[in-house]
Nanobody, 129 residues
């Protein structure tokens, strides 16, 4: 059974850092494309970053570019999102997602949620002083 499970969320002060983890049980990291999304109440889910199979492509939303870094760990079959210089507006529930198909459809300037078929349960990140 394939399962995505996020962890690492929590409360952090502005300017601080967190690393989110996504345990990708039953997934082949060399086949699927993975992404991180976030959502706040009343807003649409926002695609933040994606990493294609074999990690040959990564993309970031403008809102997080230069502050967040996506990576994959083959030893632990996990996807990470390192978040630095956190801001109040980064407060949200963060989701890990996996999908298959042409990379441009899943991981490009736009990171649409439609092509992603597996989702984790989400982890809350709160940036507050």
């Amino acid at each position: 059974q394939s399962l995505l499970a996020e962890s690492g969320g929590g409360l952090v002060q502005p300017g601080g850092s967190l690393r989110l983890s996504c345990a990708a049980s039953g997934f082949d990291l060399d086949v699927a494309t993975f992404a991180w999304f976030r959502q706040t109440p009343g807003k649409e889910r926002e695609g933040l970053s994606c990493i294609s199979f074999r990690a040959y492509q990564t993309h970031y939303a403008d809102s997080v570019k230069g502050r967040f870094t996506i990576s994959r760990d083959y030893a632990n079959n996990a996807i990470y999102l390192q978040m630095n210089s956190l801001k109040y507006e980064d407060t949200a529930v963060y989701y890990c997602a996996a999908g298959w198909g042409p990379v441009p459809d899943l991981c490009g300037v736009e990171i649409p949620e439609g092509p992603y078929t597996y989702w984790g349960q989400g982890t809350q990140v709160t940036v507050s002083s």
